[in-house]
């Protein structure tokens, strides 16, 4: 995993927050609190791996822009596939799936 990967997986992250809040109106506080903490990866790993579906995703998906989730961020962009193993992408497309996002 490169460094420069990761670093333009941040600026995607920081990018996604200011869409959600900007497109949206979702102020992503605990998403934000995490990113600044943990780093983008980390935290991604952490909400993708969650047992409850984050607060967060359920708020996009109510407001219809699971686009601005970081699973659609993930999915959608193969390049940030190799910072995450397999486990982690497979829940990022069951759980777009299990919303209507994917078919």
């Known amino acids: 995993m490169s460094n420069k990967l990761s670093e333009d997986f941040e600026h995607a992250m920081y990018s996604i927050y200011d869409r959600a809040l900007n497109e949206a109106g979702y102020k992503a506080t605990t998403f934000k609190n995490m990113h600044l903490e943990l780093g983008a990866v980390e935290t991604a790993r952490r909400l993708i791996l969650s047992p409850k579906t984050p607060d967060g995703y359920t708020a996009l ?3 219809g822009r699971l686009d601005l989730t970081l699973e659609a961020l993930i999915y959608e962009n193969e390049k ?4 995450f193993a397999a486990e ?3 829940k990022c497309t069951k759980r777009l799936k299990q919303y209507g996002y994917l078919k």
């Open 80 to 83: 940030w596939h190799e910072l």
């Open 61 to 63: 998906w109510e407001r």
């Open 88 to 90: 982690e992408l497979a």
